[in-house]
């Protein structure tokens, strides 16, 4: 599975913005798909999660209400809604795929498996 991020940019606090994360290749065995961001010198964070084949949804305490995450199973594409953006959401966003197989904790970096570039959002005050 290979992913490519896209859709960060310069947006003033208040604003909104939406990722993408497009996989190419089979999607058949993915599990979650998630969204994590990572400021410099600091280690990768959770930020939202989703099942590929299920309605679940998983997100960060400090995103819930304002971030939504979904899919296009078709294009093979997830999604971030980012509404009411912070200063402190400036980050480099990363979307990650975790394969089937036992339990996985969605929001752990260790499960996943495939990660795409990074896309780079900056929130201005």
């Known amino acids: 599975v290979q992913l490519q991020a896209s859709g960060g940019g310069l947006v003033q606090a208040g604003g909104s913005l939406r990722l993408s994360c497009a996989a190419s290749?089979?999607?058949?065995?993915?599990?979650?798909m998630g969204w994590f961001r990572q400021t410099p010198g600091k280690a990768r964070d959770f930020v939202a999660a989703m099942t590929w084949g299920g309605p679940s949804t998983y997100y960060a305490d400090s995103v819930k209400g304002r971030f939504t995450i979904s899919r296009d199973n078709a294009k093979k594409t997830v999604y971030l809604q980012m509404n009411s953006l912070k200063p402190e959401d400036t980050a480099v966003y990363y979307c990650a795929a975790d394969m089937l197989g036992g339990y996985h904790d969605p929001g752990a970096m260790y499960e996943y498996d495939y990660w795409g570039q990074g896309t780079l959002v900056t929130v201005s005050s």
């Open positions: 290749g089979s999607t058949s065995r993915v599990h979650h």
